[in-house]
């Protein structure tokens, strides 16, 4: 071999060495770079992870129901493991340690035990049994009157509600479920880098377990809903069924209602233009008015009652509760009765009542179901008494029957018996001071007394009159201070005080002109005797 080939053989074999160094350089590198691509790579998984499990809180209801149920399983683990332990110490427990660790050991026992049922259940649909659950449904209520239309909207509202939050729910579950899906992938894709990693290896198993349970509560629920949707359905349409039923029944009984009401508007311009005594009208349409309430309560009545035997039962009840806890109400409305249908009392009458040591006379404006009212006139009692004139005073019914009440205009006698007193001296005519007297008092009373004597014929065929006279009736009493006068006469029940005054006046005038009559008054006499003798002083005083 010539110097030649031998140098270019060692250059040939040294340029492979540096050929294979360099080789496995690159290989080195290689290698590096694709452990820090996947590194990067588990990186950018795990900040996925944690953003996925920021958002799978704890404050999710299904998370949270989950993680209680892992909680019962360790719980219960131990549990086991202390009823273990517990069981061998008390067959074998013979140092003060086994004792003391045995005690311990049953005081654990017990606080797990005590813990574990207030978390959830095991199996795999126990840990989402309240969430899976359906609200309940409660007793449809029927609809039997109006009120329980409202009772049936709200009802219907809160069946609605349920719903809705019964859809949040499974809403909630899905988003969950699509969390964990992603998680679960991204789980995947570590362990396919890194497939020898046991750490993920057993997240991704126990992530794989939990998304499982999680689908079989979903499938759960789903079927569920279907079941409950139906339901709900169901109860809708009964109650629907119930508001048609009563709003189709309004309708009627409003059309009766406006029917009827129509009628007695009808009545009452009949009654109106065909009768013109003001007395006969307001009578009339009290009837009238009381007469279509009464019918329209009936009409509610019947419809709203289906037995009525029921109504009889009410109407028992309602009686005895008015009598007991209303005892004046149902006086006042028996007073009301017996004023209207007996007659005793009508509108435009003048009557006297006396109530609570007052004495009130007035005119009737109104009688109502439960009271009168009056408006109180200037009369001599106003003037003697009350000092007040002009008030509206409202009388209960009840009083008919406890208080006294004076009718002056009762029936068709409009007039009552007023008088006059005057005091004479003694010494005065009396007998000519009492015809003057009657001549006035029959002067300006004629036309009350010709009224009265037929009003009076009238009420004979009502009541056993005896006595009728009707003429001014004139006394003379002895009194200490002089000789009384009274005139009685009659006058209009509503304008006593005018005639009053008149016949006072007139009778004062003729007294005047009267030489021998001397109205009397309270007056004193001094009777003085003059005596001859000076006054003489006795002991310092003068006598």
């Known amino acids: 071999m010539s110097i030649h080939s031998f140098i270019f053989a060692i250059f040939i074999f040294f340029a492979s060495l540096t050929h294979a160094e360099v080789s496995d350089v690159n290989q080195t590198q290689a290698d590096l770079d694709r452990q820090q691509l996947i590194a990067q790579k588990i990186k950018d998984y795990q900040r996925s992870l944690e953003n996925i499990e920021s958002q799978i809180s704890d404050e999710n209801m299904w998370a949270k129901s989950y993680s209680s149920y892992l909680t019962s399983l360790d719980v219960k683990q131990n549990l086991e493991a202390i009823k273990k332990r517990i069981k061998y110490l008390s067959k074998h427990a013979k140092t003060t340690a086994d004792k003391d660790e045995l005690v311990g050991l049953i005081s654990k026992e017990n606080i797990l035990a005590s813990q574990i049922d207030k978390l959830k259940g095991t199996g795999s649909s126990a840990p989402f049994s309240d969430l899976i659950t359906p609200p309940n449904i409660d007793k449809v209520p029927e609809i039997h009157n109006p009120f329980d239309i409202l009772t049936g909207l709200s009802m219907i509202k809160t069946l609605n509600a349920n719903l809705e939050e019964y859809k949040k729910k499974r809403e909630s579950l899905i988003k969950l479920i699509n969390e964990l899906k992603h998680e679960n992938e991204i789980y995947k894709k570590i362990l396919e880098l890194q497939p020898k990693n046991k750490k993920y290896a057993q997240i991704y198993k126990k992530k794989q377990t939990q998304f499982e349970m999680f689908e079989r509560a ?48 009808l009545l009452k311009l009949v009654v109106k233009k065909y009768i013109t005594d003001n ?88 009688i109502s179901l439960l009271r009168m009212t009056i408006l109180e006139d200037i ?30 205009t009762h029936n068709s006698l409009k007039t009552v018996w007023d008088g006059v007193k005057i005091t004479i001296t003694f010494d005065s005519n009396h007998k000519k001071a009492m015809h003057l007297v009657k001549e006035i008092t029959k002067k300006f009373s004629k036309g009350y007394t010709d009224i009265t004597r037929k009003q009076l014929n009238k009420l004979r065929q009502h009541y056993n009159l005896k006595n009728t006279n009707v003429e001014p009736r004139i006394y003379s009493f002895i009194e200490s201070n002089g000789i009384d006068i009274e005139a009685w006469y009659l006058t209009n029940a509503y304008a006593t005080l005018t005639l009053r005054s008149v016949i006072s006046t007139e009778i004062l005038d003729a007294f005047k002109e009267a030489d021998d009559i001397t109205i009397a008054y309270p007056t004193q006499k001094l009777h003085v005797s003059m005596q001859s003798e000076a006054p003489s002083e006795h002991n310092g005083e003068i006598v």
């Open 218 to 265: 979903l499938d759960t629920m789903n079927v569920t809903m279907d079941v409950y949707q139906k339901r709900l359905d169901i109860a809708k349409i009964n109650i629907n069924k119930g508001i048609e039923k009563q709003v189709y029944r309004l309708i009627k009984i409003g059309t009766a209602i406006l029917f009827v009401f129509f009628v007695f508007f």
């Open 279 to 366: 007395e006969r009208f307001y009578m009339a349409n009290k009837i009238i008015t009381f007469t279509n309430f009464t019918i329209i309560i009936l009409i509610l009545f019947f419809n709203y009652i289906e037995n009525a035997s029921y109504l009889v039962t009410i109407l028992g009840f309602a009686s005895a509760g008015i009598a007991i806890a209303m005892k004046d109400w149902f006086m006042s409305i028996l007073g009301w009765l017996v004023i209207v249908f007996g007659g005793s009392i009508h509108v435009g009458d003048r009557i006297r009542v006396d109530m609570e040591g007052m004495k009130y006379v007035g005119d009737v404006l109104d």
């Open 379 to 408: 009369t001599l009692t106003s003037i003697m008494h009350n000092r007040r004139a002009g008030r509206i005073i409202f009388i209960p019914n009840n009083y008919v029957f406890t208080k006294m009440i004076a009718n002056y």
